[in-house]
């Protein structure tokens, strides 16, 4: 028996899809357990880039059942239409399993997300638009319609009526937009429903058999440590909780079951959407130099939003985050991405505490405030000036880059095991 827990380290985007895709070929199980079409992987295989939003990653592989499990929200016309675009790819998603207790987007959660965002004016949070925020408030004020829900379509209807009552009260009357139809909803989903069916399932009760019966199971996160509702640098953080703890009430697993938690921490970082960011180079008012090395590693580092499309911000690795990351979920091992990234700059900057008037925080601090006004306290290491996405085997990174990682491992105090070096699959190195 083994599940294993694949997080991001960081504000998401850490590259989560490779570790998961790589790892899939160890496990029978690749689990989402919270989120939704928010979140973007990419994964490359040969001459197929598929970018998912919701169906695990573990989709590309045959022996791999992909679970939707009970944390996620779920837009169910975005799910159809990806796995549409899989059997366009020559994929088969048939083994895909869907929780009923996830929760569904409905029309006025996306309406709704796009309305607030505008009405907070320069206050924005930055969201994706998808929904998700609204879907999880429902979920909260226990208003939400579930999975389960949409095969009683009378139940569906009462409590679509009686949610909707409310939502186009909001709608009308605070943000002067027309009401929704509740049958015209009802309609479009009973027609989701009905494509979705076959793909529904306990899978509570799959996971827990599936452990009991020595298989392994793969638990992905989507987003990241910082962007967690309760761990994250709340406001600006997602509706959900990405961090490990999430795995298991988002899959329903006790943790006795829990084997790894892998860290997925690229190797420096980024972040879509607004929250403050110690480490961030090219802010508003930064330095041209600043803004020189913030525009080459987003160009070189693809640093563009798999869902939005959003430029993302970029900064320097912070081993505050790091560290926080260590603690929230329990890391055992990390996986780092992106190291080839760093092979343009002759210096590299890391972030080893925080400055706030006179203190410094080795930890993450404890007030929003200090967050928000923290200034990094860097050291410096060497480039190693030259390209890696060719190298084959850790030992033969160049020692500038080795010493790098070590110095990473070291801030952060979780082993690093595997080191990415480019997209692909293959350019990912394993050290011993
Ligand atoms: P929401 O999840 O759409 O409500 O957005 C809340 C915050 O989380 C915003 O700052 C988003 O940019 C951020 N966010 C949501 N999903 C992702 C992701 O997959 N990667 C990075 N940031 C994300």
């Known amino acids: 028996m083994s599940a294993i827990i694949v997080v991001g380290t960081q504000w998401g985007d ?52 992909p679970v939707i499990a009970d944390g996620v929200v779920i837009d169910p016309g975005v799910l159809l239409t990806e796995l549409d675009q899989l059997v366009d790819q020559g994929l088969d998603p048939s083994k895909l399993r869907i929780s009923g207790n996830a929760h569904v987007i409905m029309p006025y959660h996306l309406e709704l997300d796009r309305l607030t965002e505008r009405h907070l004016g320069r206050q924005k949070l930055g969201t994706t638009k998808r929904g998700i925020g609204p879907a999880y408030a429902d979920k909260a004020s ?52 009905e494509r979705l069916a076959p793909y529904i399932a306990d899978t509570g009760t799959l996971l827990h058999d599936a452990l009991d019966q020595g298989q392994a199971v793969l638990l992905e996160g989507a987003q990241g440590t910082l962007l967690d509702l309760d761990h994250g640098t709340y406001p600006f953080v997602t509706s959900s909780n990405p961090v490990a703890g999430g795995a298991l009430t988002g899959a329903g697993l006790g943790p006795d079951r829990i ?8 190797a420096y970082v980024t972040r879509v959407g607004a929250g403050p960011f110690p480490t961030e180079l090219g802010a508003e008012g930064a330095s041209a130099a600043s803004h020189d090395i913030a525009e080459r590693m987003t160009e070189v580092g693809g640093e563009y939003g798999t869902t939005t499309g959003r430029r993302r911000r970029v900064g320097w690795f912070d081993a505050v985050l790091a560290r926080y990351a260590r603690r929230v979920n329990g890391l055992t091992e990390q996986f780092l991405t992106k190291l080839d990234v760093l092979s343009q700059f002759d210096v590299l900057r890391v972030c080893r505490a925080y400055r706030y008037q006179d203190s410094e925080f080795e930890h993450f601090p404890p007030h929003q405030s200090i967050i928000h006004r923290a200034a990094p306290i860097y050291e410096e290491l060497p480039g190693w000036g030259t390209e890696i996405t060719e190298v084959e085997h850790y030992a033969d990174l160049p020692k500038p880059a080795q010493a790098y990682v070590d110095r990473l491992e070291e801030l952060t105090q979780v082993p690093v095991r595997w080191v990415s070096v480019g997209p692909e699959r293959r350019q990912t190195l394993e050290r011993d």
């Open 14 to 65: 850490e590259g989560k899809g490779k570790a998961t895709d790589l790892l899939a070929d160890r496990v029978d199980y690749v689990v989402r357990y919270q989120g939704g079409n928010n979140a973007g992987h990419t994964v490359i295989v040969g001459d197929v880039t598929l970018k998912l939003h919701l169906v695990p990653s573990g989709v590309m592989y045959e022996h791999v059942t």
């Open 142 to 193: 226990r208003v939400g319609l579930r999975v389960q829900d949409l095969y009683d379509m009378k139940i569906f209807r009462q409590k679509l009526d009686t949610v909707l009552k409310e939502r186009n009260a909001v709608l009308s009357r605070v943000y002067n937009r027309l009401p929704m139809k509740a049958a015209d909803i009802e309609t479009e989903y009973a027609v989701y429903a």
């Open 259 to 266: 084997t790894q938690v892998i860290g997925i921490t690229k």
